[in-house]
Nanobody, 118 residues
Framework: QVQLVESGGGLVQAGGSLRLSCIASGRALSIYGLGWFRQAPGKEREFVAAIRWFGDVRSYADSVKGRFTISRDNAKNTVYLQMDNLKPEDTAVYYC???????????WGQGTQVTVSS
C-alpha cells in the first residue's frame, strides 16, 4: 500500500513563498508520476502541477505558471512544490497524488493547508 505524506504548508502573506514536500513510501513502490492538486473551501479539487518520475516532463495549471515549480528527488522518493509570489486565491488544502502507471492518479495524501493572507 502506498503512503503519501505532505508537509510544508502554513500561513504566509501575499507575495511570500512556501515549499511543500511529499514523501512516497510503500512496499514495491512503483511511480510513473507525482502531482499536486488543491481544493479551496466550497470549490472542487483542481490540478496544480505534475512531474514524471523519469525524464523531465512537467505540467502546470495556467493559474500557477511562472510562480510555482515542481521538482523531485528520486533517491528520496520525494516531490516538491516551490510556491513563490503567493496570492490569497492560492489558499487551499494541497494534496499530493501518485500515478503508478499512465492514467488516473491512484494514491492520495491527506493534504496540507496553505493560507495566504492579503
Amino acid at each position: 500500500q502506498v503512503q503519501l505524506v505532505e508537509s510544508g504548508g502554513g500561513l504566509v502573506q501575499a507575495g511570500g513563498s512556501l515549499r511543500l514536500s511529499c514523501i512516497a513510501s510503500g512496499r514495491a513502490l512503483s511511480i510513473y508520476g507525482l502531482g499536486w492538486f488543491r481544493q479551496a473551501p466550497g470549490k472542487e479539487r483542481e490540478f496544480v502541477a505534475a512531474i514524471r518520475w523519469f525524464g523531465d516532463v512537467r505540467s502546470y495549471a495556467d493559474s500557477v505558471k511562472g510562480r510555482f515549480t515542481i521538482s523531485r528527488d528520486n533517491a528520496k522518493n520525494t516531490v516538491y512544490l516551490q510556491m513563490d509570489n503567493l496570492k490569497p486565491e492560492d489558499t487551499a488544502v494541497y494534496y499530493c497524488a501518485l500515478r503508478s502507471q499512465p492514467g488516473d492518479y491512484d494514491s492520495w495524501g491527506q493534504g496540507t493547508q496553505v493560507t495566504v493572507s492579503s
